[in-house]
C-alpha cells in the first residue's frame, strides 16, 4: 500500500509540475530520451522512474527531490503551503524564470536557421548530461 500511495503522490506532483513548467509529455520523453508511453506510465502511476531519471527529472523541471517524496517526508512549511501543491510555489522557478544565460540561449536558438537550430539540438543532445545518463 506505501508504494501505491508514493506513486500516487509521485505522479500528480510530476504531472503538475510539467504542467506548470509549459512541457508536453512528448517534450519531457524527447529530452529524457525514453518512450513517450514510458513518461505517460510515470504520470498515471503505473511505474516510477530509476533515481537516476528521477535526478533529471528534477533537474528539467528545476526542483529539488524532495518534491516528489511522500508528502508525509516534505518538511512542514513546505507541506503546509495551503494549496493542493505538496510544496510551496515560490520555491519553485519556473521556465518562465529563466537565467540570463537560459534566456540568451534561448534567443540564439530562435533567431537561427531550422538548419542551426537542428545543429544546436545536436550539440546539446551530446553534451556530457545527455551521454552520460546512457551509460548508466
Do not use: C, W
Not at 53 to 61: A, F, T, V, W
Not at 95 to 124: D, F, H, M
Amino acid at each position: 500500500m506505501p508504494t501505491n500511495h508514493y506513486l500516487n503522490h509521485f505522479s500528480l506532483t510530476l504531472r503538475q509540475l510539467r504542467r506548470e513548467n509549459g512541457f508536453t509529455q512528448e517534450q519531457m520523453a524527447r529530452v529524457l530520451e525514453i518512450d513517450r508511453s514510458t513518461y505517460t506510465y510515470y504520470e498515471t502511476g503505473k511505474t516510477s522512474p530509476s533515481i537516476h531519471m528521477l535526478h533529471q527529472i528534477s533537474q528539467i523541471l528545476n526542483v529539488p527531490l524532495s518534491v516528489f517524496l511522500d508528502s508525509e517526508s516534505i518538511p512542514s512549511q513546505v507541506a503546509d503551503s495551503g494549496s493542493q501543491n505538496p510544496f510551496a510555489k515560490e520555491d519553485i522557478k519556473k521556465i518562465t524564470e529563466l537565467s540570463p544565460e537560459e534566456k540568451e540561449l534561448i534567443a540564439l536558438y530562435r533567431i537561427s536557421s531550422a538548419k542551426q537550430q537542428k545543429e544546436i539540438l545536436k550539440v546539446a543532445q551530446s553534451s556530457s548530461n545527455f551521454s552520460s545518463k546512457k551509460e548508466s
